[in-house]
């Protein structure tokens, strides 16, 4: 199992990003897949979940309304869309894979919000 994070990148408040996982390794189209992210000095957080056909999503309340996740299984990938960005959304964040009651992260991607 690989997961691959890109997109992150600094941006200031207000502002847009859209990161990617690629997934290779296992068949990424029978898994629900999620976004966590881990800010500096607290634990990690749950983000977003989308089900094997993108049709379901759900969303923490810190996020919803202002982040979409989506995903594109002929490509393997991963998405999550993120605008009105905020201070505190500053963390690394990662897609993760359920699989076999075993979790999979990839490396991470760091998004910076600041001005």
């Known amino acids: 199992v690989q997961l691959v994070e890109s997109g992150g990148g600094l941006v200031q408040p207000g502002g847009s990003l859209r990161l990617s996982c690629a997934a290779s390794g296992f068949s990424f189209r029978i898994y629900s897949m999620s976004w966590v992210r881990q800010a500096p000095g607290k634990g990690t957080e749950w983000v977003s979940t989308?089900?094997?056909?993108?049709?379901?999503?759900t969303y923490s309340d810190s996020v919803k309304g202002r982040f979409t996740i989506s995903r594109d299984n002929a490509k393997n990938t991963l998405y999550l869309q993120m605008s009105s960005l905020k201070p505190e959304d500053t963390a690394v964040y990662y897609c993760n894979a359920r699989i076999l009651s075993r979790n999979y992260w990839g490396q991470g991607t760091q998004v910076t919000v600041s001005s």
């Open positions: 989308i089900n094997t056909s993108g049709a379901g999503t």
